[in-house]
């Protein structure tokens, strides 16, 4: 069991950067694979970004290729550095965590994630 707490939402310009982290509980933490998705209003939620257990192999969405990053270190903590961001990234940002699977594997189907954050609000002005 793995407990997920995200953080670093707020309100930005156009053209501005957030940092979210997710913290996550519980022990094993590379025993999981993460992923970042986001759901904005009136639309279903969409994958963002995924990282590896190891840390190697990360994957993104075309929407934010190029302009997002997303790290994890060797603690607990998985980050999605957002930089130039757009209104149309303004959303919910949930933390989602795999257990196991292929040490380089990164999952972008929110169904091949075990455990979930409560989200944290990002909202993006023109």
């Known amino acids: 069991q793995v407990q997920l707490v995200e953080s670093g939402g707020g309100l930005v310009q156009a053209g501005g950067s957030l940092r979210l982290s997710c913290e996550a509980s519980g022990r094993t933490f590379s025993s999981y694979a993460m992923g970042w998705f986001r759901r904005a209003p009136g639309k279903e939620r969409e994958f963002v970004s995924a990282?590896?257990?190891?840390?190697?192999?990360t994957y993104y969405a075309d929407s934010v290729k190029g302009r997002f990053t997303i790290s994890r270190d060797n603690a607990k903590n998985t980050y999605l550095q957002m930089n130039s961001l757009k209104p149309e990234d303004t959303a919910v940002y949930y933390c989602?965590?795999?257990?196991?699977?292929?040490?380089?594997?990164?999952?972008?189907?929110?169904?091949?994630?075990?455990?979930w954050g409560q989200g944290t609000q990002v909202t993006v002005s023109s």
């Open positions: 989602a965590a795999r257990a196991g699977g292929p040490y380089y594997y990164t999952a972008t189907g929110s169904s091949e994630y075990d455990y």
């Open positions: 990282i590896s257990r190891s840390g190697g192999s």
